[in-house]
């Protein structure tokens, strides 16, 4: 929005440099961001029914998925809101840069007369000194102020309605905090394991990075009440990993960022690329400026839980918030992009 003065009048030099650019671009985002709110919700409740493709039955299950079914509700709502706000935004563009053009036509149309218009609007002759069109020069000062009252009190209407219509998107979390108010950390150690008949330790995917470390990636599981887990349960489960390639290609393409005691952490940039079919059926790639960090963590020291003792493998993936696409669900969650899963292998 263009700032005015506090008579609520803006200047000549601000009616001439009016942008509504930034309009036209949260527009875009606010919609973009609500398909793909709905969009990764959905997948959370298809995850929920079938994890990995497989029935899941249960206690857990159960409330797994009443809880996905809950929150893919609700995020339709909040949905709904964005793109509420983005039409707001689209027409008031439209009516600004309308608005825009009628009082620039309103300026021009005095100073075709001979009349100057200063940077208050004032309007005075310029053809003959002592100024002898006064009532001619007041029309044309009316006709401008009356304008440019249209386009600020049109500004700052539109302003009002786009604050109205997303006040309550931030009070929205999708994790329940503990009964008692506080922060609890859980590491995964600590985790209760399901039932033996869930295949916990069947290897998923396995892949080597660049400093000859073996990452195997397990089931694992993923708790969606307590939200305690490993493997590509997890993965999928709480973070959109839906597409197990996605983890072979990253650790076969990066070093660990550190190794503690056998536990590697990775931060893997990706850059999104569009690719076409070109001639002789020759891809023809090109970057879409999109890009993230995906964060992956692993342990690969043997473990009691694993038969014969064989590593725990990979623990979780992630993307970093901030990210093309990211989604935070909530504090330190984040879902990962569906161009993520789409777009393996990821050079």
Same mark, same amino acid.
């Given at each position: 929005?263009?700032?005015?003065d506090?008579?609520?009048? #803006?200047?000549?030099? !601000?009616?001439?440099s009016?942008?509504?650019?930034?309009l036209?671009?949260?527009?875009?985002?606010?919609?973009?961001?609500?398909?793909h709110?709905?969009?990764?919700?959905?997948?959370?409740?298809?995850?929920?029914?079938f994890?990995?493709?497989?029935s899941?039955?249960?206690?857990?299950?159960?409330?797994?998925?009443?809880r996905?079914l809950?929150?893919?509700?609700?995020?339709?709502?909040?949905?709904d809101?964005l !793109?509420?706000?983005?039409e707001?935004?689209? *027409?008031?563009?439209?009516?600004?840069?309308?608005?825009?053009r009628?009082?620039?036509?309103?300026?021009? /149309?005095? *100073?075709?007369?001979g009349?100057?218009?200063?940077? /208050?609007?004032s309007?005075?002759? *310029?053809?003959?000194?002592?100024?002898? *069109?006064?009532? @001619?020069?007041?029309?044309?000062?009316?006709?401008?102020a009356g304008?440019a009252?249209?386009?600020?009190?049109? +500004?700052?209407?539109? @302003?009002?309605?786009?604050?109205?219509?997303?006040a309550?998107?931030t009070?929205?979390?999708?994790?329940?905090?503990?009964?008692?108010?506080?922060?609890? @950390?859980?590491?995964?150690?600590?985790?209760?394991?399901?039932?033996?008949?869930?295949?916990?330790? +069947?290897?998923?995917?396995?892949a080597?990075?660049? +400093?000859?470390?073996?990452v195997?990636?397990?089931?694992?599981?993923?708790?969606?009440?307590? !939200?305690?887990?490993?493997g590509?349960?997890k993965?999928y489960?709480?973070?959109?990993?839906?597409n197990?390639?996605v983890?072979k290609?990253?650790?076969?393409?990066?070093?660990?960022?550190?190794?503690t005691?056998g536990t590697l952490v990775y931060?893997?940039p990706?850059?999104r690329?569009?690719c076409?079919?070109?001639?002789?059926?020759?891809?023809?790639?090109?970057?879409?400026g999109e890009?993230?960090?995906?964060?992956?963590?692993?342990?690969?020291? %043997?473990s009691?839980?694993?038969?014969?003792?064989?590593?725990?493998?990979?623990?979780?993936?992630? #993307?970093?918030?901030g990210?093309?696409?990211?989604?935070?669900? %909530?504090?330190?969650w984040?879902?990962?992009? #569906?161009? $993520?899963?789409?777009? $393996?292998?990821?050079?």
């Amino acid at each position: 929005m263009s700032a005015v003065d506090a008579t609520g009048v #803006p200047s000549l030099s !601000q009616i001439l440099s009016w942008d509504t650019e930034h309009l036209q671009k949260a527009a875009a985002d606010w919609t973009r961001t609500a398909e793909h709110w709905e969009e990764s919700f959905t997948h959370v409740r298809q995850a929920s029914l079938f994890p990995g493709g497989t029935s899941w039955q249960g206690e857990a299950a159960e409330a797994a998925q009443q809880r996905a079914l809950s929150d893919l509700v609700r995020v339709g709502g909040i949905a709904d809101s964005l !793109q509420e706000a983005a039409e707001i935004a689209r *027409r008031g563009a439209d009516q600004l840069n309308s608005l825009k053009r009628d009082a620039i036509n309103a300026i021009t /149309d005095a *100073r075709e007369a001979g009349f100057t218009v200063a940077e /208050d609007l004032s309007v005075t002759d *310029r053809s003959r000194p002592g100024g002898m *069109r006064i009532a @001619a020069a007041r029309a044309h000062a009316a006709a401008i102020a009356g304008r440019a009252f249209a386009l600020s009190g049109t +500004d700052i209407e539109l @302003a009002s309605k786009i604050t109205s219509t997303t006040a309550g998107l931030t009070s929205h979390r999708f994790i329940e905090p503990p009964e008692d108010g506080g922060v609890h @950390a859980v590491d995964f150690k600590e985790a209760p394991l399901p039932s033996s008949p869930y295949p916990i330790n +069947d290897v998923v995917a396995e892949a080597t990075d660049l +400093d000859g470390n073996h990452v195997v990636m397990r089931r694992g599981y993923y708790d969606a009440q307590t !939200q305690q887990g490993f493997g590509f349960d997890k993965a999928y489960w709480r973070h959109g990993v839906i597409n197990p390639n996605v983890f072979k290609d990253l650790i076969s393409h990066s070093r660990p960022i550190s190794n503690t005691n056998g536990t590697l952490v990775y931060e893997v940039p990706i850059n999104r690329t569009h690719c076409t079919s070109g001639p002789l059926g020759i891809p023809s790639c090109n970057d879409t400026g999109e890009s993230l960090t995906m964060r992956i963590v692993a342990n690969v020291n %043997g473990s009691p839980t694993v038969p014969g003792g064989g590593q725990k493998g990979f623990i979780t993936m992630y #993307p970093i918030a901030g990210g093309s696409g990211v989604v935070e669900l %909530g504090p330190n969650w984040t879902w990962t992009p #569906p161009w $993520v899963n789409n777009n $393996v292998p990821i050079n």
